[in-house]
């Protein structure tokens, strides 16, 4: 198992370095000069060429990407081209925005979809099974974006129980904040909660198949104590594998939601700095949900393994 993990952690690793080259890469490949239209119109040849030079531009892209990760190692990401600010004393405020928001719909999203998964794979074939697969076809179908505007028309709008725009401010207390990250929570939790309780349901129901299933059946124990005590611990390494995908999901793939609500998170600080041009800004912010997202898929791999006898032990 030692080796497995370790197999794991550096391929987690090698995973994140090719993330920040394909990210450096990608930023490098943007149409336009940064310098050009961080100046403007009022750029001439001269200040745009002394802003090259101040900017580092004209250094190979490969002695710049090597300069970039070697200040991302020693913790330095970056100074904003847009205020000359520190990146990380902008980005830990946004980051703590972001998880707050993402913990938040994990909370619910997360026992609501096992549960749920469970009844769906218990009574399979009844209305209530029919009735769950209906909605989360519906809710994988539709993009989130659209989730949010139909959830601000009803409940901000019409109903005005909600604010339609999530601002957060730093001095709220605990219940302003989860009042005012209601409809962003709502929305994220719809998107995922179809993948995880369609993902629970298929694995519970292909253990509920096995032939030891149904001996357990034939003695006579409920289908509720077969499924909680031998079905599911079986079924739990596809579980925690879509879990994880979505908890990534919670975190890296929220930048519509947060442009939606102009939530004051990492999504909506990379869309400002997109629309700014700001490199370095949009670099932390790729390497943060990519280093995320891989860390969240590796924890995923530990769990698995751990919870399966079969790859703890040596064959």
Known sequence: MKKQILHRLLLGVLT?????????????????????????QNGTPETIAAL??????????VYRYLHWLSGVLHGDLGTSLANNQPIGAELLPRLANTLFLAVYAALIAIPLAVVLGIASAVWRGSWFDRLANT???????????????????????????????ALVDPDASLLERLYACTLPMLTL???VLAHMLRMTRASVGAVMSSSYIE?????????????LSHALPNALAPIINVIA?????????????????????????????????????????????????????TAADLLAIWCNPRLRHAR
Do not use: H
């Not at 394909?22 to 310098?35: M, R, S």
């Not at 090259?52 to 892209?61: I, S, T, V, Y």
């Open 16 to 40: 994140l370095w090719l993330v920040s080259v394909l990210i450096f890469v990608g930023t490098e490949l943007l149409p336009g000069d940064v310098a050009s239209a961080i100046l403007g």
């Open 52 to 61: 090259r030079l101040q900017l580092g531009l004209d250094q190979p892209a």
């Open 135 to 165: 909605l989360t076809l519906m809710s994988i179908s539709v993009p989130e974006f659209f989730v949010g505007y139909v959830l601000v028309i009803f409940f901000a709008i019409r109903l005005a129980w909600f604010p339609s725009l």
């Open 189 to 191: 939790v719809l998107v």
């Open 215 to 227: 001996t357990a059946l034939l003695k006579g124990l409920s289908r509720w104590r077969i499924v």
């Open 245 to 297: 995908f979505n908890l990534a999901y919670l975190v890296v793939g929220v930048i519509l939601v947060e442009v939606v609500f102009v939530y004051p998170g990492i999504g909506q600080m990379m869309v400002d700095a997109v629309t700014k041009r700001d490199l370095p800004v949009v670099q932390a912010c790729g390497l943060l949900f990519g280093g995320t997202y891989i860390l969240l898929n």
